[in-house]
Protein backbone atom coordinates (compact mmCIF):
# COMPACT_ATOMS: atom_id res chain seq x y z
CA UNK A 1 0.00 0.00 0.00
CA UNK A 2 2.85 2.75 0.94
CA UNK A 3 4.23 1.82 -2.68
CA UNK A 4 0.84 2.98 -4.44
CA UNK A 5 0.73 5.68 -2.17
CA UNK A 6 4.06 6.75 -3.33
CA UNK A 7 3.50 6.27 -6.95
CA UNK A 8 0.24 8.38 -6.74
CA UNK A 9 2.33 11.56 -5.29
CA UNK A 10 4.96 10.98 -8.09
CA UNK A 11 2.33 10.78 -10.29
CA UNK A 12 0.93 13.63 -9.25
CA UNK A 13 3.97 15.66 -8.74
CA UNK A 14 4.94 15.16 -12.11
CA UNK A 15 1.58 15.72 -13.81
CA UNK A 16 1.92 19.06 -11.80
CA UNK A 17 5.30 20.13 -13.49
CA UNK A 18 4.27 19.40 -17.00
CA UNK A 19 0.91 21.37 -16.58
CA UNK A 20 3.00 24.26 -15.14
CA UNK A 21 6.15 24.23 -16.96
CA UNK A 22 5.61 22.06 -19.66
CA UNK A 23 2.85 23.99 -21.69
CA UNK A 24 3.00 27.11 -20.23
CA UNK A 25 4.43 29.44 -22.81
CA UNK A 26 7.11 32.29 -22.41
CA UNK A 27 5.53 35.68 -22.24
CA UNK A 28 5.85 37.86 -25.26
CA UNK A 29 6.10 41.61 -24.52
CA UNK A 30 4.20 43.36 -27.34
CA UNK A 31 4.67 47.20 -27.82
CA UNK A 32 1.43 49.03 -27.93
CA UNK A 33 1.42 51.78 -30.11
CA UNK A 34 1.61 55.42 -28.47
CA UNK A 35 -0.96 58.09 -30.06
CA UNK A 36 0.17 61.31 -30.06
CA UNK A 37 -1.12 63.59 -27.03
CA UNK A 38 -4.03 66.21 -28.64
CA UNK A 39 -1.74 69.25 -29.59
CA UNK A 40 -2.70 72.01 -27.33
CA UNK A 41 -3.66 74.94 -29.09
CA UNK A 42 -1.83 78.53 -28.48
CA UNK A 43 -4.21 80.36 -26.76
CA UNK A 44 -5.33 83.46 -29.16
CA UNK A 45 -3.61 86.37 -28.54
CA UNK A 46 -5.18 88.90 -26.58
CA UNK A 47 -7.75 91.55 -28.16
CA UNK A 48 -5.75 94.73 -29.53
CA UNK A 49 -5.84 97.73 -26.78
CA UNK A 50 -4.54 101.00 -27.19
CA UNK A 51 -4.29 103.88 -24.31
CA UNK A 52 -3.80 107.19 -24.87
CA UNK A 53 -1.68 109.15 -22.13
CA UNK A 54 -0.24 110.27 -19.37
CA UNK A 55 -2.38 113.09 -18.41
CA UNK A 56 -1.28 115.04 -15.46
CA UNK A 57 -4.21 117.46 -15.22
CA UNK A 58 -7.33 116.05 -14.12
CA UNK A 59 -9.02 119.19 -16.00
CA UNK A 60 -7.58 117.95 -19.34
CA UNK A 61 -8.09 114.08 -18.60
CA UNK A 62 -11.99 114.97 -18.22
CA UNK A 63 -11.88 117.44 -21.40
CA UNK A 64 -10.47 114.40 -22.90
CA UNK A 65 -12.65 111.84 -21.54
CA UNK A 66 -15.44 113.39 -23.24
CA UNK A 67 -13.80 114.41 -26.47
CA UNK A 68 -12.82 110.45 -27.52
CA UNK A 69 -16.31 109.81 -26.39
CA UNK A 70 -17.88 112.53 -28.90
CA UNK A 71 -15.62 110.56 -31.41
CA UNK A 72 -16.90 107.29 -31.06
CA UNK A 73 -13.90 105.51 -28.88
CA UNK A 74 -15.85 103.77 -26.20
CA UNK A 75 -12.38 104.65 -23.41
CA UNK A 76 -11.25 103.06 -20.33
CA UNK A 77 -9.82 105.54 -17.78
CA UNK A 78 -6.90 104.01 -15.63
CA UNK A 79 -5.68 106.24 -12.92
CA UNK A 80 -1.89 105.10 -12.07
CA UNK A 81 1.69 106.98 -11.02
CA UNK A 82 4.76 107.63 -12.45
CA UNK A 83 8.36 108.29 -11.06
CA UNK A 84 9.57 111.89 -12.58
CA UNK A 85 12.41 114.33 -12.09
CA UNK A 86 12.41 115.91 -8.83
CA UNK A 87 15.49 117.89 -9.46
CA UNK A 88 19.25 117.32 -8.32
CA UNK A 89 20.64 117.22 -4.63
CA UNK A 90 23.87 118.27 -4.29
CA UNK A 91 25.71 117.44 -0.85
CA UNK A 92 28.70 116.03 1.22
CA UNK A 93 29.30 113.42 3.14
CA UNK A 94 31.67 113.53 6.08
CA UNK A 95 33.33 110.67 8.26
CA UNK A 96 32.03 111.88 11.62
CA UNK A 97 30.16 115.05 13.22
CA UNK A 98 33.46 116.83 13.51
CA UNK A 99 34.05 116.52 10.02
CA UNK A 100 30.75 117.67 9.12
CA UNK A 101 30.74 120.88 10.91
CA UNK A 102 34.12 121.49 9.32
CA UNK A 103 32.92 121.10 5.85
CA UNK A 104 29.73 123.09 6.62
CA UNK A 105 32.20 126.43 7.96
CA UNK A 106 34.06 125.91 4.94
CA UNK A 107 31.17 126.01 2.52
CA UNK A 108 29.62 128.93 4.60
CA UNK A 109 33.00 130.60 4.67
CA UNK A 110 33.07 130.57 0.93
CA UNK A 111 29.54 131.91 0.24
CA UNK A 112 27.10 128.39 0.35
CA UNK A 113 24.81 130.26 2.42
CA UNK A 114 21.97 127.74 1.78
CA UNK A 115 24.28 125.15 3.07
CA UNK A 116 23.15 122.79 6.04
CA UNK A 117 24.25 119.98 7.96
CA UNK A 118 21.36 116.84 7.80
CA UNK A 119 20.62 116.00 11.71
CA UNK A 120 21.01 112.60 12.74
CA UNK A 121 21.91 111.60 9.43
CA UNK A 122 24.63 108.34 9.23
CA UNK A 123 26.47 109.81 6.51
CA UNK A 124 27.00 113.13 8.42
CA UNK A 125 25.78 115.09 4.91
CA UNK A 126 25.78 118.69 4.33
CA UNK A 127 22.99 119.55 1.82
CA UNK A 128 24.79 122.39 -0.51
CA UNK A 129 21.36 122.82 -2.62
CA UNK A 130 18.15 121.49 -4.74
CA UNK A 131 18.49 122.28 -8.38
CA UNK A 132 16.05 122.16 -10.99
CA UNK A 133 18.46 122.21 -13.58
CA UNK A 134 21.11 119.60 -14.02
CA UNK A 135 23.90 122.11 -15.47
CA UNK A 136 23.37 124.27 -12.54
CA UNK A 137 23.81 121.11 -10.23
CA UNK A 138 26.81 120.47 -11.70
CA UNK A 139 27.97 124.01 -11.80
CA UNK A 140 27.33 124.08 -7.66
CA UNK A 141 29.67 120.73 -7.64
CA UNK A 142 32.28 122.29 -9.29
CA UNK A 143 32.37 125.33 -7.17
CA UNK A 144 32.40 122.74 -3.59
CA UNK A 145 34.94 120.47 -5.20
CA UNK A 146 37.49 123.80 -5.64
CA UNK A 147 36.83 123.84 -1.63
CA UNK A 148 38.92 120.42 -1.01
CA UNK A 149 35.27 118.68 -0.68
CA UNK A 150 33.87 115.81 -2.75
CA UNK A 151 30.67 116.53 -3.86
CA UNK A 152 27.81 114.10 -4.30
CA UNK A 153 25.14 114.92 -6.86
CA UNK A 154 21.55 112.72 -6.60
CA UNK A 155 19.20 112.92 -8.68
CA UNK A 156 16.07 113.05 -7.03
CA UNK A 157 12.50 111.55 -7.95
CA UNK A 158 8.13 111.29 -6.89
CA UNK A 159 5.25 110.06 -7.47
CA UNK A 160 3.08 111.96 -10.07
CA UNK A 161 -0.13 110.94 -10.55
CA UNK A 162 -0.90 110.50 -14.04
CA UNK A 163 -4.31 109.25 -16.51
CA UNK A 164 -4.31 106.97 -19.20
CA UNK A 165 -7.36 106.05 -21.12
CA UNK A 166 -7.72 102.53 -23.26
CA UNK A 167 -9.55 101.82 -25.98
CA UNK A 168 -10.47 98.14 -26.15
CA UNK A 169 -10.91 96.76 -30.07
CA UNK A 170 -8.23 99.19 -31.03
CA UNK A 171 -4.74 98.70 -31.69
CA UNK A 172 -2.04 101.12 -31.02
CA UNK A 173 -1.42 102.01 -34.84
CA UNK A 174 -4.80 102.20 -35.98
CA UNK A 175 -5.24 104.75 -33.21
CA UNK A 176 -2.27 106.99 -34.44
CA UNK A 177 -3.36 106.37 -37.55
CA UNK A 178 -4.79 110.54 -37.76
CA UNK A 179 -8.28 109.41 -36.15
CA UNK A 180 -6.95 112.35 -32.98
CA UNK A 181 -5.92 115.16 -35.16
CA UNK A 182 -9.93 116.44 -35.36
CA UNK A 183 -10.10 116.57 -31.36
CA UNK A 184 -8.74 119.22 -29.11
CA UNK A 185 -6.05 117.21 -27.54
CA UNK A 186 -1.81 118.00 -26.74
CA UNK A 187 -1.39 115.64 -28.47
CA UNK A 188 2.51 116.56 -29.02
CA UNK A 189 2.62 115.81 -25.36
CA UNK A 190 0.52 112.33 -25.26
CA UNK A 191 2.07 108.92 -26.36
CA UNK A 192 -0.01 106.26 -27.85
CA UNK A 193 0.80 102.94 -26.61
CA UNK A 194 -0.54 99.44 -26.44
CA UNK A 195 -2.61 98.45 -23.32
CA UNK A 196 -0.57 97.02 -20.36
CA UNK A 197 -1.36 93.65 -19.85
Given amino acids: MR ?12 YF ?10 PVLTAVAMRDAPATANPPPPPPCATLGPF ?9 ESQLATAGLHAQRRDGTAQVNDGWWVYVTSADATAQKRALDALRRAGHRDAFSMPSDPEFRVSVGVFSDEKR ?8 RGLKLAPVIEERH ?22 LNNLDL ?12
Fill in 17 to 26: AWAHWGTASK
Fill in 158 to 179: KDQPEIWFDVPGIAREALGDGR
Fill in 56 to 64: QDELLAGSA
Fill in 137 to 144: AADQAAKV
Fill in 186 to 197: PLLDLRIESCPP
Fill in 3 to 14: NLVFALLAANLL
